[in-house]
């Protein structure tokens, strides 16, 4: 399977316009015509056929997950996670945390009981 035959097909599977598929690898800073893009998806005996590169396909992928995907997040410090911040402590929790008891009960004689 070539460049072009992947491009084609991820063109048809997203239903892309060749507008949209300039757009997209401009989101990596990567500019391209759309009679280029036209070129790629022809049949290989056509006069104005032309090969997909690695580099140009390459782009594509790339600004595909950006289009899908969105922007990458900044990552945060280490320890600063927002999720930490709104969680109870154990402590707050009350209760939460499980103790042995020392001694076994009347109902449980075989040892500790969890709480």
Same mark, same amino acid.
């Given at each position: ?15 892309? $316009? @060749? ?22 998806? $022809? ?14 396909? $390459? ?13 990458? @997040? ?11 911040? @709104? $969680? ?28």
């Amino acid at each position: 399977m070539t460049n072009n035959d992947i491009l084609k097909k991820l063109r048809v599977a997203l239903q892309l $316009r @060749d507008d949209e598929i300039v757009d997209i690898l401009a989101l990596v800073d990567f500019r391209i015509s759309k009679s280029e893009i036209g070129a790629f998806c $022809r049949k290989e005996g056509h006069p104005k056929y032309r090969e997909c590169g690695d580099q140009v396909l $390459r782009n594509f992928l790339n600004g595909l997950v950006l289009h899908l995907r969105g922007p990458r @997040d900044k990552p945060k410090a280490p320890g600063k996670s927002d999720e930490k911040l @709104d $969680r109870p402590k154990p402590k707050e929790a009350g209760g939460n945390k499980r103790v042995l008891s020392g001694k076994p009960t009347a109902k449980n004689k075989k040892g500790p009981k969890r709480t």
